[in-house]
């Protein structure tokens, strides 16, 4: 025993204690060596391990088993996940539920369940099959709670916006939630594969032999333990270094704030290499689709297209647009809308006035249904807009409200802009007409560049939202509505969230869009801009129409004393004194 | 050495009066295995999944020229049986904690690494006992304490797993000590053997008790650092484990070894192994209801 066990050492060690030791020290006899050659000795044995046909392919089998498992767990968690973000109780409670029970109970115990258990039933699994469904069965529940986080982190006005756009829950998801989530999700799933690849030793339990349960036979038979353990610890260092480095490489790609041309992140530098920086995902506009030569010429060219677009389909002029009758809408106890009669001509420029609370930004969102109404109904060109009508006369919202938006032709634009983060300027403009109209990347590519260059910003196209100023961004936002060939835009206090000195170039866009003949129902507190492009202006408060007329009456001969008390107020605001 | 002899008597005595009782038709336990289907028509076509956790020297463990392989007594012994039935075979290697759950959920066939009988054990799986338990208590090299029995520990440290029969006879010999006027045996509790060799090499330890064949295979690979300073045996049963309704694996395992005994095979491999003797007894099935 004794002769073949250390036979086997020297066998594996031969390399490295060819180079460490010198020529004739024996390597075997470790108790007559001096102290210094001890160590060298242990070294030789250790990189022996560490080098042994029978541990790495252990490491394999726990590789093989965390990559399977990891990349089910991933899916089936991020179902759970959206399960528990459901509306429906039932599937929050069953996704809960199955959380609580998986996350609670040892994975040991799962594991041995799933093997020896399952056979009663009738269902047997072999050693490796067993490991993979336990390891994902239990890493779905550690998922679902990172990928929850990540969603959660996301800003709700992102999925607003993409909804406004027309674009469906799935497609949001996909396109818009999870890619920003992802900068959340990445840490924590890294730790989670670096987790299980070392837990894939309790496997042993069902009979699989990995790394960890290999070292301890070799322990188990010649009790090195140091220097048998510090060669597995060496392998699974090797293995989650490479982890870690996949890691930071899908986090630099999902981190978007980063600027793309910088070359390695902190880890690569650390570790003396770097990978070249990802293609930016849209590839340069081919030259026929170049923005035009001046901005001028772009705005001449934009409103010949808006016209186009608004005289498409016309629709009587005496005909209202949109029809608001006896709208009412509360939360809860607080009545926000409180029975809206209102109507909107075709290529009417609406400016909604009132008080924070008077439910203007409300009746924007009922419009478009971003909102459910709880009594009366709205018709926009006719049609009602995600309700289909019942047979008693009631409304029943439709299952597929996105495709209602997008089919109903109702942009919108935010107080604080909802551009996707992650999307340059361009990608922005583009990504509802490519996946909600269906158009193609070229055809949506050219209207993208087109209209960024109506908007003046031709020349920011590839660049990121965050790298823009605030009127920048919603000029942006502008042309992202616009792309979808809208009949009505609907504005919630566009300049609301600007800095005073950006209010101007935002209203400049706003007055030549007005000028093009597009319908418009703008939530504001900019009066002059309500006096001078206007064509109505409507005065809110708790929730009712308290005055309705041309601007010269309602802004210029409140008859109401609150409208009056009103206008005092924002008319001293310091935004009054900029303007466009 | 006159102990090995007596269960040999016994088994040709045994094989003897099985002759004479039996009908003449049925001939004493006999390596046939073209047979196989016709002895044993339970195993027919079967491969017989042996469970073991090979981190139990000398029973099963990886040779270390070759970590592919399993050796060890229980290893070898469990190959001569198969293949004297005939059977295809092959080993399963997991942590012990999983081999009785798989073997009562069928996933492994027997369980053959070391297992001791006891009458729980006995009520869920079928045993075939062919060897005694016994303890070997190791110190470093010429047994400075002069600890040759475990009568003789008062006033030594005792190093023990907890829980076992080991733990059993230090407290007995502490009691005896105490009870006789004499210091007392200090006991100090390992959680595996590699750590129970710690506590002799840096000297924290007088004995670490441990299962006899390991202490012989440690003592022999390692003369001038350790020497055996008892041994004792437990009276624990050991042998290979079926399920219930495996009656068929459970006669192939019983005739095997009674042919291995008889050949003195199964003398032969616990001498290969270092493991003593005298801790071999006649091949018996234990099989309650």
Same mark, same amino acid.
């Given at each position: 025993?004794?002769?073949?066990?250390?036979?086997?050492?020297? #066998?594996?060690?031969?390399?490295?204690?060819?180079?460490?030791?010198?020529?004739?020290?024996? =390597?075997?006899?470790?108790?007559?060596?001096?102290?210094?050659?001890?160590?060298?000795?242990?070294?030789?044995?250790?990189?022996?391990?560490?080098?042994?046909?029978?541990?790495?392919?252990?490491?394999?089998?726990?590789?093989?088993?965390?990559?399977?498992?990891?990349?089910?767990?991933? *899916?089936?968690?991020?179902?759970?996940?959206?399960?528990?973000?459901?509306?429906?109780?039932?599937?929050?409670?069953?996704?809960?539920?199955?959380?609580? !029970?998986?996350?609670?109970?040892?994975?040991?115990?799962?594991?041995?369940?799933?093997?020896?258990?399952?056979?009663?039933?009738?269902?047997?699994?072999?050693?490796?099959?067993?490991?993979?469904?336990?390891?994902?069965?239990?890493?779905?529940?550690?998922?679902?709670?990172?990928?929850?986080?990540?969603?959660? /982190?996301?800003?709700?006005?992102?999925?607003?916006?993409?909804?406004?756009?027309?674009?469906?829950?799935?497609?949001?998801?996909?396109?818009?939630?999870?890619?920003?989530?992802?900068?959340?999700?990445?840490?924590?799933?890294?730790?989670?594969?670096?987790?299980?690849?070392?837990?894939?030793?309790?496997?042993?339990?069902?009979?699989?032999?990995?790394?960890?349960?290999?070292? $301890?036979?070799?322990?188990?038979?010649?009790?090195?333990?140091?220097? =048998?353990?510090?060669?597995?610890?060496?392998?699974?260092?090797?293995?989650?270094?490479?982890?870690?480095?996949?890691?930071?490489?899908?986090?630099?790609?999902?981190?978007?704030?980063?600027?793309?041309?910088?070359?390695?992140?902190?880890?690569?530098?650390?570790?003396?290499?770097?990978?070249?920086?990802?293609?930016?995902?849209?590839?340069?506009?081919?030259?026929?689709?170049?923005?035009?030569?001046?901005?001028?010429?772009? #705005?001449?060219?934009?409103?010949?297209?808006? #016209?186009?677009?608004?005289?498409?389909?016309?629709?009587?002029?005496?005909?209202?647009?949109?029809?608001?009758?006896?709208?009412?809408?509360?939360?809860?106890?607080?009545?926000?809308?409180?029975?809206?009669?209102?109507?909107?001509?075709?290529?009417?420029?609406?400016?909604?006035?009132?008080?924070?609370? /008077?439910?203007?930004?409300?009746?924007?969102?009922?419009?478009?249904?971003?909102?459910?109404?709880?009594?009366?109904?709205?018709?926009?060109?006719?049609?009602?807009?995600?309700?289909?009508?019942?047979?008693?006369?009631?409304?029943?919202?439709?299952?597929?409200?996105?495709?209602?938006?997008?089919?109903?032709?109702?942009?919108? !634009?935010?107080?604080?802009?909802?551009?996707?983060?992650?999307?340059?300027?361009?990608?922005?403009?583009?990504?509802?007409?490519?996946?909600?109209?269906?158009?193609?990347?070229?055809?949506?590519?050219?209207?993208?560049?087109?209209?960024? *260059? *109506?908007?003046?910003?031709?020349?920011?196209?590839?660049?990121?939202?965050?790298?823009?100023?605030?009127?920048?961004? $919603?000029?942006?936002?502008?042309?992202?509505?616009?792309?979808?060939?809208?009949?009505?835009?609907?504005?919630?206090?566009?300049?609301?969230?600007?800095?005073?000195?950006?209010?101007?170039?935002?209203?400049?866009?706003?007055?030549?869009?007005?000028?093009?003949?597009?319908?418009?129902?703008? !939530?504001?507190?900019?009066? #002059?801009?309500?006096?001078?492009?206007?064509?109505?202006?409507?005065?809110?408060?708790?929730?009712?129409?308290?005055?309705?007329?041309?601007?010269? $009456? =309602?802004?210029?001969?409140?008859?109401?004393?609150?409208?009056?008390?009103?206008?005092?107020?924002?008319?001293?605001?310091?935004?009054?004194?900029?303007?466009? | 050495?006159?102990?090995?002899?007596?269960?040999?008597?016994?088994?040709? @005595?045994?094989?003897?009066?099985?002759?004479?009782?039996?009908?003449?038709?049925?001939?004493?336990?006999?390596? %046939?295995?073209?047979?196989?289907?016709?002895?044993?028509?339970?195993?027919?076509?079967?491969?017989?999944?042996?469970?073991?956790?090979?981190?139990?020297?000398?029973?099963?463990?990886?040779?270390?020229? +070759?970590?592919?392989?399993?050796?060890?007594?229980?290893?070898?012994?469990?190959?001569?049986?198969?293949?004297?039935?005939?059977?295809?075979?092959?080993?399963?290697?997991?942590?012990?904690?999983?081999?009785?759950?798989?073997?009562?959920?069928?996933?492994?066939?027997? @369980?053959?690494?070391?297992?001791?009988?006891?009458?729980?054990?006995?009520?869920?799986?079928?045993?075939?006992?062919?060897?005694?338990?016994?303890?070997?208590?190791?110190?470093?090299?010429?047994?400075?304490?002069?600890?040759?029995?475990?009568?003789?520990?008062?006033?030594?440290?005792?190093?023990?797993? @907890?829980?076992?029969?080991? %733990?059993?006879?230090?407290? %007995?010999?502490?009691?005896?000590?105490?009870?006789?006027?004499?210091?007392?045996? %200090?006991?100090?509790?390992?959680?595996?053997?590699?750590?129970?060799?710690?506590?002799?090499?840096?000297?924290?330890?007088?004995?670490?008790?441990? +299962?006899?064949?390991?202490?012989?295979?440690?003592?022999?690979?390692?003369?001038?650092?350790?020497?055996?300073?008892?041994?004792?045996?437990?009276?624990?049963?050991?042998?290979?484990?079926?399920?219930?309704?495996?009656?068929?694996? @459970?006669?192939?395992?019983?005739?095997?070894?009674?042919?291995?005994?008889?050949?003195?095979?199964?003398?032969?491999?616990?001498?290969?192994?270092?493991?003593?003797?005298?801790?071999?007894?006649?091949?018996?099935?234990?099989?309650?209801?």
């Amino acid at each position: 025993m004794s002769h073949r066990f250390r036979k086997g050492l020297v #066998r594996l060690s031969v390399p490295l204690s060819a180079a460490l030791l010198p020529a004739g020290a024996a =390597v075997a006899q470790t108790d007559s060596a001096v102290p210094g050659s001890a160590v060298l000795t242990g070294l030789a044995e250790l990189w022996g391990y560490a080098t042994s046909g029978f541990l790495w392919n252990g490491a394999l089998i726990a590789i093989e088993i965390t990559a399977l498992a990891m990349v089910l767990g991933l *899916a089936f968690g991020l179902g759970l996940a959206l399960m528990r973000l459901s509306g429906i109780a039932a599937l929050r409670g069953a996704s809960a539920f199955y959380i609580w !029970v998986m996350r609670g109970t040892p994975l040991l115990l799962q594991l041995v369940f799933i093997y020896d258990a399952l056979p009663l039933i009738g269902v047997r699994f072999d050693s490796f099959t067993t490991a993979v469904i336990g390891f994902a069965l239990n890493e779905a529940a550690f998922c679902a709670e990172i990928i929850r986080g990540g969603i959660l /982190s996301v800003n709700k006005n992102q999925s607003v916006a993409a909804s406004s756009l027309g674009m469906g829950h799935f497609l949001s998801l996909r396109r818009i939630v999870l890619p920003q989530a992802m900068r959340a999700i990445l840490p924590g799933v890294g730790n989670d594969v670096i987790n299980m690849l070392k837990m894939t030793s309790l496997a042993s339990v069902i009979f699989v032999s990995e790394l960890t349960y290999r070292s $301890q036979q070799i322990v188990g038979q010649n009790f090195k333990f140091f220097t =048998v353990f510090g060669a597995t610890a060496l392998i699974y260092l090797i293995i989650t270094t490479l982890i870690a480095v996949m890691q930071e490489r899908l986090e630099r790609r999902f981190n978007y704030e980063l600027p793309k041309d910088s070359d390695g992140g902190a880890f690569s530098r650390m570790l003396g290499f770097s990978h070249r920086a990802q293609s930016p995902a849209v590839p340069s506009a081919p030259t026929e689709v170049r923005a035009p030569a001046s901005e001028a010429d772009g #705005r001449e060219e934009m409103r010949d297209w808006l #016209r186009t677009l608004v005289d498409a389909d016309p629709l009587p002029a005496d005909q209202p647009f949109v029809t608001c009758s006896n709208v009412q809408k509360a939360y809860g106890e607080r009545t926000v809308l409180a029975g809206i009669d209102l109507t909107v001509k075709p290529g009417e420029v609406v400016a909604i006035l009132g008080p924070s609370g /008077s439910g203007k930004s409300t009746l924007l969102r009922t419009v478009n249904h971003l909102e459910a109404i709880d009594w009366g109904e709205i018709l926009v060109g006719g049609g009602l807009v995600g309700y289909r009508r019942l047979p008693g006369g009631g409304l029943a919202p439709e299952r597929n409200l996105a495709q209602a938006r997008a089919k109903a032709r109702i942009a919108m !634009v935010f107080q604080h802009f909802n551009l996707f983060n992650h999307m340059t300027a361009l990608e922005n403009v583009m990504e509802a007409p490519v996946r909600v109209l269906g158009e193609s990347r070229h055809e949506a590519e050219a209207t993208g560049r087109r209209l960024l *260059a *109506a908007v003046g910003l031709g020349d920011h196209a590839d660049h990121l939202p965050h790298r823009l100023s605030g009127g920048q961004q $919603q000029r942006v936002a502008i042309a992202r509505a616009l792309a979808m060939k809208p009949k009505l835009m609907l504005f919630d206090e566009p300049t609301s969230a600007l800095d005073p000195e950006l209010v101007g170039e935002v209203l400049l866009v706003m007055r030549k869009l007005a000028e093009t003949g597009m319908t418009m129902m703008v !939530v504001t507190h900019e009066i #002059r801009f309500a006096r001078e492009v206007a064509d109505r202006v409507i005065f809110m408060d708790e929730g009712r129409v308290i005055e309705d007329g041309p601007p010269s $009456q =309602v802004i210029d001969n409140p008859r109401n004393e609150r409208t009056r008390r009103f206008l005092r107020l924002v008319e001293n605001a310091p935004t009054e004194t900029t303007s466009s | 050495m006159k102990r090995v002899h007596i269960p040999a008597a016994a088994a040709v @005595l045994a094989t003897l009066s099985a002759l004479c009782l039996t009908s003449v038709a049925e001939a004493a336990p006999a390596c %046939e295995p073209a047979k196989l289907a016709e002895k044993y028509p339970g195993l027919a076509g079967r491969t017989i999944k042996i469970g073991v956790d090979p981190q139990t020297p000398p029973y099963v463990m990886r040779p270390a020229n +070759d970590f592919a392989k399993l050796i060890g007594v229980d290893a070898d012994v469990a190959r001569a049986v198969f293949d004297c039935a005939g059977v295809k075979y092959e080993f399963v290697a997991g942590a012990w904690s999983g081999l009785l759950p798989a073997v009562r959920a069928g996933q492994l066939d027997v @369980l053959w690494d070391n297992l001791y009988y006891n009458p729980e054990r006995g009520k869920i799986l079928d045993f075939v006992i062919y060897m005694e338990a016994g303890t070997g208590a190791m110190t470093q090299a010429g047994n400075p304490k002069k600890i040759i029995s475990k009568d003789a520990m008062c006033g030594a440290v005792a190093a023990v797993t @907890l829980g076992g029969f080991e %733990e059993s006879i230090v407290k %007995e010999a502490d009691a005896t000590c105490k009870a006789a006027g004499k210091p007392g045996v %200090e006991m100090m509790s390992f959680q595996d053997v590699a750590a129970g060799i710690r506590l002799i090499d840096n000297k924290r330890a007088d004995i670490m008790m441990w +299962d006899a064949g390991l202490i012989d295979t440690l003592v022999a690979e390692n003369p001038g650092k350790y020497d055996r300073a008892f041994m004792t045996l437990s009276g624990i049963q050991i042998g290979p484990a079926v399920r219930k309704d495996d009656q068929d694996l @459970l006669k192939a395992i019983f005739d095997g070894m009674t042919v291995l005994q008889a050949k003195k095979e199964q003398a032969a491999i616990f001498k290969k192994y270092n493991v003593d003797p005298s801790s071999q007894v006649t091949a018996v099935i234990k099989n309650e209801k």
